[in-house]
C-alpha cells in the first residue's frame, strides 16, 4: 500500500475558496490516473476531479467552473483549487492515486481531509 499526503482542508464560509494537495512518495516507480473524491455523512464516495498523467482533467458537473486541479509530476503532487464553495461541498475528502511500488499497477487512498463550508 502506497501511503498518500494529503494536506489542505477546513473550515470557510459560503463563497470561500480551499485548496487541497496530495502527494505520492517518491519510492513508487510510476503513478496513472490521481484524484480527489467527495463522501458526505451517509452517502457514497463520488468523483471530483481527476487528471492523468498527461494533465488531462476530467470534473464533476457540480464542481465545473468552481473547482481547478493540477498536477505537478516532478512533485508527484496533485492539487485542488476549490473556489465559490457551497456547504453541500462539505464532507470529507479523499484522494487516489493509482501507482506502481513493489506489488505492482494499485490503487491508493489517502485517508481524507475533512473540509466544512458553513453558510
Known amino acids: 500500500q502506497v501511503q498518500l499526503v494529503e494536506s489542505g482542508g477546513g473550515s470557510v464560509q459560503a463563497g470561500g475558496s480551499l485548496t487541497l494537495s496530495c502527494t505520492v512518495p517518491r519510492s513508487v516507480s510510476g503513478i496513472r490516473d490521481m484524484g480527489w473524491y467527495h463522501q458526505s455523512p451517509g452517502k457514497q464516495r463520488d468523483m471530483v476531479a481527476t487528471?492523468?498523467?498527461?494533465?488531462?482533467?476530467n470534473y464533476a458537473d457540480r464542481v465545473k467552473g468552481r473547482f481547478t486541479l493540477s498536477r505537478d509530476n516532478a512533485k508527484n503532487t496533485i492539487s485542488l483549487q476549490m473556489n465559490s464553495l457551497k456547504p453541500d461541498d462539505s464532507g470529507v475528502y479523499y484522494c487516489l492515486a493509482d501507482a506502481f511500488s513493489d506489488i505492482g499497477w494499485s490503487l491508493n487512498w489517502g485517508r481524507g481531509i475533512q473540509v466544512t463550508v458553513a453558510s
Open positions: 487528471v492523468t498523467q498527461i494533465g488531462t482533467t
